[in-house]
């Protein structure tokens, strides 16, 4: 059974940092891209960040130059770097993987951004 379970989150100050990881398990990790999402307040679910097996990254333009993106392989684990937060980053974020065409979703954990 696939298991997305993603931690990390909290409250953090306009400017802050936070480590988000996301610890899956059910399938080759190594073989499969993960992303990270996100819903903030009202407003629909968004692509933050992905990144394949091999590593390739992808950023939402809102993410560029703030979020970093990298994995473990050895702990399938994917993480998500957040600097120089700001109050529009508060969300639930979680992570997110296509296995064998089906989407699955962790349970998300909370980030909370005061200005």
């Known amino acids: 059974e696939v298991q997305l379970q993603a931690s990390g989150g909290g409250l953090a100050q306009a400017g802050g940092s936070l480590r988000l990881s996301c610890a899956a398990s059910?399938?080759?990790?190594?073989?499969?891209?993960v992303g990270w999402f996100r819903q903030r307040p009202g407003k629909q679910h968004e692509g933050v960040a992905c990144?394949?097996?091999?590593?390739?990254?992808n950023y939402a333009d809102s993410a560029k130059g703030r979020f970093t993106i990298s994995r473990d392989n050895a702990r399938n684990t994917v993480y998500l770097q957040m600097i120089s937060l700001k109050p529009d980053d508060t969300a639930l974020y979680y992570c997110?993987?296509?296995?064998?065409?089906?989407?699955?979703w962790g349970q998300g954990t909370q980030v909370t951004v005061s200005s």
């Open positions: 997110y993987v296509r296995y064998w065409s089906k989407d699955y």
């Open positions: 059910g399938f080759t990790f190594d073989d499969y891209a």
């Open positions: 990144i394949s097996g091999s590593g390739r990254t």
